[in-house]
């Protein structure tokens, strides 16, 4: 049914060539295999050496189709026929001469492979007049190819080309109908080029305009999608960006053709330009997406990630504080404690996000996502910027709350330089209280030695514990939580941050 093989191809080509050779041909044939870097098959390189020569195969008539998955790109003059998969929407755009023109495109499947075929203009017009429908047999007479952006061979079809719906002289048996390979968030590998899938939208960023290099106007958008399997963001360029027009959270989509792109971090994300599209799926269609999928654990946090969802409880509420921004103008963070079942962070709220401070109270549940992580003093932090969002107490089915984390206390013989650690022990010094000039303003300070059974170290508490510790007596017994062990004046101490707090269990001693 589809044209002919590698001995028919190069017996045509000398014929209307008689100044070469058998090895002639071969020799250009596997040289346009070399160019390909060994992607071409035999078959593929001697349709391209043939159209190159101007070698007509026979391929414009209409009983005479290539199978799709012989195309190769440069094709001048091609027919294929495949049934139809998917419809994407007629685009209008604006030439550079000013005039408006449209592309359509139709995804074709022949039980060889799949191709996508592109519609200009007045062959546009058959999918806005509803002739061209998913599932029915499609023949394209006189088209070309080009090399696809995804990486595949398109098959285009302008004022030359002819699309046949439905000819009387192909046996619908001949394409037996198959679905779209949509797979799941979870299986998509850095290695497949292209994906289609199917999800949830869980966040929509804004639409962002930028300037390309030869001065023109491009747009981009952001979002996150997810499956039963996973979550990934999707990225939109340009017409693609029109897809998503009056989509919102909750809403399921269908993704087509989407570039599989992996970052530098090893997180992989779908790119979707003209080469597909994103189409809204009815009540029903969408997968059912629990709302904590793809949640980080706190003891999973490291430092660089992007675009982080998390499931936490609120410990402690900070103060917003204003700050200079080195660039000029006023900015604003404020930090809050946060916990789940596996550890507890410190999240900064970023400008407009500070006004979550005034929302929560300790005990409250956050749904966070889109934060980001950054390490500092040895710590890993959750960041909220203008790109997440937060859910505050969340209806999530079967989840009851977080259990109390378990605390390890480590013995202060134990105690290593740049960690975080939890200490119990008696209070073996008056503590010293001091001013301190810091790139927040003036701090408080007080600092002291503490003791256990195993050993003896200097403790500086800041701000609030500072206050705190005023209270403090030699003798008193207290655990201090999650302070950061570092070399000072004094040999190596344990410092206070803003996830530390101190608890006294005991009141002994005298003060002086």
Not at 202 to 212: D, E, H, I, P
Not at 365 to 390: C, D, H, I, P, S
Not at 440 to 451: D, I, P, Q
Request: hydrophobic residues 40%; proline residues 4%.
């Amino acid at each position: 049914m589809f044209g002919m093989g590698v001995e028919e191809l190069i017996r045509r080509i000398l014929e209307v060539r008689g100044d070469l050779g058998r090895e002639d041909v071969l020799r250009l044939a596997e040289e346009k295999r070399r160019l390909a870097g060994g992607y071409l098959s035999l078959e593929q390189a001697l349709r391209v050496v043939a159209s190159e020569l101007g070698v007509d195969l026979g391929f414009s008539g209409v009983g005479s189709v290539v199978a799709l998955r012989d195309l190769v790109p440069n094709l001048g003059d091609v027919s294929v026929a495949g049934r139809v998969l998917l419809v994407m929407p007629v685009r209008v755009f604006r030439r550079q001469d000013g005039r408006l023109g449209k592309v359509g495109r139709l995804l074709l499947s022949d039980g060889t492979g799949t191709a996508t075929v592109v519609l200009w203009d007045e062959r546009a017009e058959l999918i806005e007049r509803g002739e061209v429908a998913e599932g029915a047999i499609v023949r394209v007479v006189h088209g070309y190819t080009r090399q696809s952006l995804v990486g595949g061979v398109e098959v285009h079809v302008g004022f030359r080309g002819e699309v046949q719906v439905n000819p009387p002289d192909i046996k619908p048996e001949d394409f037996p109908e198959v679905e779209v390979g949509v797979v799941k968030i979870g299986e998509v590998k850095a290695n497949m080029g292209v994906a289609s899938v199917d999800g949830v939208v869980r966040s929509l960023g804004q639409v962002y305009t930028f300037t390309r290099p030869d001065g023109s106007q491009g747009r981009v958008m952001r979002l996150r999608i997810a499956d039963e399997t996973g979550t990934v963001y999707l990225v939109l360029w340009n017409e693609a960006v029109d897809d998503a027009e009056g989509l919102s959270e909750g809403d399921g989509v269908r993704v087509v053709n989407a570039r599989v792109r992996e970052k530098a971090t090893g997180e992989l994300e779908l790119h979707l330009d003209r080469a597909g599209f994103l189409r809204r799926l009815e009540a029903g269609q969408a997968p059912s997406v629990s709302p904590i999928m793809g949640i980080t654990k706190v003891s999973e946090l490291r430092p660089g990630l992007q675009e982080v969802d998390v499931l936490v409880e609120v410990v402690r509420v900070g103060e917003v504080r204003s700050f200079q921004r080195p660039g000029g103008g006023e900015g604003r963070v404020a930090t809050l404690i946060v916990r789940d079942d596996t550890g507890v962070v410190d999240l900064s709220l970023w400008d407009e996000k500070t006004e979550l401070v005034g929302r929560v109270r300790p005990g409250d549940l956050l749904l966070v996502r889109g934060a980001y992580t950054r390490e500092r003093l040895g710590r890993v932090g959750l960041n909220l910027g203008r790109r997440g969002v937060v859910e505050v107490n969340p209806e999530i089915p079967g989840f009851s709350g977080f259990p109390e984390v378990e605390v390890r206390e480590t013995p202060i013989s134990e105690i290593r330089e740049g960690r975080t650690y939890t200490v119990c022990g008696v209070v073996d010094s008056v503590p010293e209280f001091r001013e301190v000039s810091t790139f927040r303003g003036e701090a408080s300070v007080a600092s002291f030695y503490l003791r256990d059974d195993t050993g003896r170290i200097r403790v500086s508490l800041w701000r609030d514990l500072a206050q705190a510790a005023e209270g403090l007596v030699v003798g008193m017994r207290v655990r201090l939580y999650d302070l950061y062990a570092r070399m000072g004046p004094f040999g190596l101490e344990l410092t206070s941050g803003v996830l530390s707090r101190m608890e006294v269990l005991e009141g002994a001693g005298k003060k002086g």
